[in-house]
């Protein structure tokens, strides 16, 4: 039953019409992210705050987004619960690749890629193992969902 009322709910949130609803709801979440240092999270399913520059505004723009570890670097999935659209954090970060993550308390400049034909499938099937709602997000949707690896840049000095 749990499991139905998410799909439900996800699936009425990736319609165009409640765009501002869901960025609402991400304003929110990466409010209460920073007000806690992170814990306002689900355990279950870490949680970090990606800031990428838009492309058109080339102002700051914050999405909280689910990820793994892969060695030092953070995967994701542009998966917009399974919109046939991109999401327009992706754009932006496919526009410009530099991004800063927040991690618990941790800022960390990265650079992001699209994770090549090789690496993709591995770390497709970790995300979805660690998040199971990718499954039902790649049915509906004709794009294959972008994954996304964050590799932390090393300052100079």
């Given amino acids: 039953m749990g499991s139905q009322l998410f799909n439900a709910a996800s699936d ?4 165009p019409a409640m765009r501002p609803v869901t960025r609402a709801f991400s304003s929110m979440h990466a409010a209460a992210y ?7 999270q689900n355990q279950k399913y870490p949680t970090m705050l990606l800031t990428v520059t838009g492309r058109k505004t080339g102002k ?3 999405v909280p987004v689910i990820y793994i570890r892969d060695g030092d670097r953070f995967v994701i999935a542009a998966a917009y619960s399974g919109s046939d659209t991109d999401p327009v954090w992706w754009r932006n970060l496919h526009d410009n690749p530099q991004a800063e993550l ?3 308390g941790e800022h960390i400049q990265v650079q992001a890629a699209r994770a090549d034909a090789d690496e993709r499938p591995e770390l ?3 995300l979805v ?5 990718f499954t039902e997000y790649q049915r509906r949707t004709t794009r294959q969902i972008p994954v996304i690896v964050l590799t932390p840049q090393r300052s100079a000095g």
Wanted: no cysteine; charged share 30%.
């Fill in 129 to 133: 193992e660690m998040y199971p709602y």
């Fill in 124 to 126: 497709w099937r970790r």
């Fill in 34 to 40: 920073r007000l806690t240092g992170g814990r306002a």
């Fill in 12 to 15: 009425v949130l990736r319609r």
């Fill in 102 to 104: 927040l991690v618990g």
């Fill in 60 to 62: 700051p723009r914050t």
